[in-house]
């Protein structure tokens, strides 16, 4: 399994971005995605999931600024990022859990994911 992440950069607070990560290696379908993200110097903290039935899971500090969505055909999971703060700042990363029909953020930020990406960089300007 394979997950290549894209859409970093740097952008002003307030402003958008798209994250996207291409997955391969697995058929996509019965799976749980999600992305997380750190700060050097702590933890890993989970930001969303979707599972197999399209079912999205935020975590609180993003809930109504990111929506997670995937296009099963292509193999693609996404992030879109409105209204960034300056906290949002940090490496984004892709992750899944082939063969898991349901999930949410918290437990999975608890339990973790089998398989991670390399990480994209989001960084913020004031």
């Known amino acids: 399994v394979q997950l290549v992440e894209s859409g970093g950069g740097s952008v002003q607070a307030g402003g958008s971005l798209r994250l996207s990560c291409a997955g391969s290696?697995?058929?996509?379908?019965?799976?749980?995605m999600g992305w997380f993200r750190q700060v050097p110097g702590q933890g890993r903290e989970g930001v969303a999931t979707?599972?197999?039935?399209?079912?999205?899971s935020y975590a609180d500090s993003v809930k109504g600024r990111f929506t997670i969505s995937k296009d099963n055909v292509n193999n693609t999971l996404y992030l879109q990022m409105n209204n960034l703060k300056a906290e949002d700042a940090a490496q984004y990363f892709c992750?899944?859990?082939?063969?898991?029909?349901?999930?949410?953020?918290?437990?999975?930020?608890?339990?973790?994911?089998?398989?991670w990406g390399e990480g994209t960089l989001v960084t913020l300007s004031s």
């Open positions: 979707i599972d197999t039935h399209g079912s999205p």
């Open positions: 992750a899944a859990e082939p063969g898991l029909e349901f999930c949410t953020v918290v437990v999975r930020t608890a339990y973790g994911m089998a398989f």
């Open positions: 290696g697995y058929t996509s379908g019965l799976d749980c």
